[in-house]
């Protein structure tokens, strides 16, 4: 309560979802600028500050995508308990894994934001080759094409990003959640 407090700000948990290719990176990190600028002290967790380092262990498989999950969820609780704003941008296909997010942090702190893209257009944004080499069987379980994503079914914002501009987009979330952020 005391951190809340100094920083004058209430903790969430902002969650991006989507597929890969979807631009929940590009939301997330452009929604994380603009709280910070906006004075709100604010960290981005995503794969590359995630999967290089503290889930460098865990490959794909559906059970290590779950765990992958779960230490994102534990991190980001404890940096909420530090009394950040917390923007996570993970595919999190699973609707149940969400849920668990949702009732660690507490519901009252978890937005939900679904960046919602037809699949051929996050295949057709795909600049690592990544949809060519699952659809090669290069990479297996790769979400879309031999593994399941679960779109949300009551997201907080839903974004559509292959008809919506970011500067649109970022205006959007940040209306639906500025009024969650005071004390």
């Given amino acids: 309560m005391q951190r809340k407090t100094r920083l004058n700000q209430s903790p969430k948990l902002i969650?991006?979802?989507?597929?890969?290719?979807?631009?929940?990176?590009?939301?997330?990190?452009?929604?994380?600028?603009q709280l910070f600028e906006d004075g709100y002290m604010t960290y981005l967790l995503d794969g590359d500050n995630i999967r290089n380092g503290l889930n460098k262990n865990l490959g794909f498989s559906d059970e290590d995508r779950v765990e992958n999950i779960r230490r994102i969820a534990e991190v980001s609780k404890l940096m909420m308990d530090a009394g950040l704003l917390v923007i996570s941008a993970f595919i999190s296909p699973f609707r149940k894994e969400r849920e668990m997010i949702a009732d660690l942090v507490g519901r009252e702190n978890f937005v939900e934001v679904f960046v919602d893209c037809p699949l051929e257009v996050?295949?057709?944004?795909?600049?690592?080759?990544?949809?060519?080499?699952?659809?090669?069987?290069?990479?297996?379980?790769?979400?879309?094409?031999?593994?399941p994503y679960e779109k949300p079914l009551m997201p907080a914002v839903h974004?559509?990003?292959?008809?919506?501009t970011v500067i649109f987009s970022v205006e959007k979330i940040i209306k639906v959640i500025s009024g969650k952020l005071y004390l």
């Fill in 159 to 164: 974004i559509f990003s292959d008809q919506e």
């Fill in 15 to 33: 969650w991006f979802t989507g597929f890969s290719g979807s631009g929940k990176s590009t939301l997330a990190n452009a929604v994380e600028s």
């Fill in 122 to 147: 996050c295949e057709s944004r795909d600049v690592k080759g990544l949809y060519a080499k699952a659809r090669k069987g290069l990479i297996k379980n790769f979400t879309g094409i031999d593994s």
